[in-house]
């Protein structure tokens, strides 16, 4: 006889951890399958190292650079990076383990190995050992997640070039780092290892920069960026690469056309990710992949086979944690019988460099496409006393509301704690808010988050503290 649970999760990521444990406080019986550590990429080579890294070094780069304005002398400041990353080892370390301990809380039944979907809501799963054992559910969630995207002139030899994970495992900053895509991780990675001392190149296809954000911020950012001696060129395209001893040259196309190389002692290719689905189906399974290879789903998660679903970077949408976490909530609570639904239109993204880059709803370029009418509210933060007085005065908050109900369609940030002031932009958009109704609230002074309110008051020209637009 098979074991049989109501709910079997495959992928212990931010996608499955969270669904399972939603399943289980919901009173069903659960399993997740998981042959790595628990957390997935977010939390054992994503966003959790990668940010542990990022504020390792950035308190480096304050002390060496920043403290002096304050009358903080330090004298010679060193960085010993082995310490650096034993310190990320333990933060991805107590959060993996914190899952361990949550499955625990919540009854989860955690089964090492790796998951298999057969026909008819099967699970085969396969040990360490190669020992298989067939397990049996009312209810499958997949969430195998996302790898890293190869690319034939630039293979990844784990060495001289890496991906996203091996480039949070140097032992020594590289004194000449190549960076193929500007993307989110090769700004975040870029940012670490310039910080520490490396001379940063990042290579990138697109003509425009952040192609996917306001053309608006994301030229902000290109400026702050590169006075941080990030080297973002853009329209270059990388045709090949030699490994010459410990150096990789690098073929590229500039934007002119001309073919150009340049020597790395390290090359980070980063160029996307793509849905993980290796060994993940069989044959007869009944679940079909779209034409990218992402498992198909409609709006509710559910693939072509009846009480099979999948969330996150395994299907379509964003790769972002908190996108799979949602959509992990959503399937465990229709399992059970509910009925909620992910608000696809408002999901916050930041890239964490700094000053962080953030933002939630559309574009400019995406309202103006639609052919809506609207109008925009801009903050710079060099009028917010908080900001001033923190140093932190680079960057804006810009509010767009659609011009007939004032309705907020977006907000997208540069500047300090960005990820945080766009969150409350989120929750007002949740809530239909209008550019009034933000800029009617109270916030408190002195903080950053004036920047929000006075970008809202400024959609109807009524900033204060700067002088608004003369409208027509
Ligand atoms: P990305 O899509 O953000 O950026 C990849 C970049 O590489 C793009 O700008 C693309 O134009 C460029 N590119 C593609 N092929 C190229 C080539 N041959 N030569 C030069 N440039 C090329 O992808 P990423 O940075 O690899 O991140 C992967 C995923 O992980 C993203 O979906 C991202 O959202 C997610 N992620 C999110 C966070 C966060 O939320 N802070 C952090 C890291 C990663």
Known sequence: MSEKFDVIVIGSGPGGYVAAIRAAQLGLK?????KGKNGGTCLNVGCIPSKALLDSSYKYHEVKEAYGAHGI?????????????????????????????????NGVTSLAGTGKLLAGRKVELTDAKGEVKILEADNVILASGSVPVNIPSAPVDGKLIV?????????EVPKRLGIIGAGVIGLELGSVWSRLG???VLLEAMDNFLAMMDQQVAKEAQKILKKQHLDIR????????????????VTFTDKDGNEQ??????LIVCVGRRPYTQGLLAADSGVNLDERGFIYVNDLCSTDAPGVWAVGDVVRGPMLAHKSSEEGVMVAERIAGQ?????YDIIPNVIYTHPEVAAVGRTEEQVK?????????????????????ADEADGFVKMIADAKTDRVLGCHIVGPSASDLVQSVAIAMEFGSTAEDIGMTVFGHPTFSEAVKEAALAVNGHAVHMPNRKRK
């Open 30 to 34: 659960t399993a997740c399958i998981e």
């Open 73 to 105: 002398a330090t004298g010679d400041v060193t960085i010993d990076i082995s310490t650096m990353m034993k310190r990320k080892d333990k933060v991805v370390q107590q959060m993996s383990g914190g899952i361990g301990g949550l499955f625990k809380a």
């Open 163 to 171: 991906d996203s994970t091996g480039a949070l495992e140097f032992s």
């Open 198 to 200: 490396s001379e940063v």
């Open 234 to 249: 853009l329209s270059c395209r990388v045709t090949g690469t030699e490994i010459k001893g410990e150096e990789v040259e």
């Open 261 to 266: 190389k340049q020597t790395f002692d390290k």
């Open 339 to 343: 009925k909620p639904m992910v608000n």
């Open 369 to 389: 496409a639609d052919g809506d009418a609207y109008n925009v509210g801009i903050f710079p933060f060099m009028a917010v006393g908080r900001a001033v007085a």
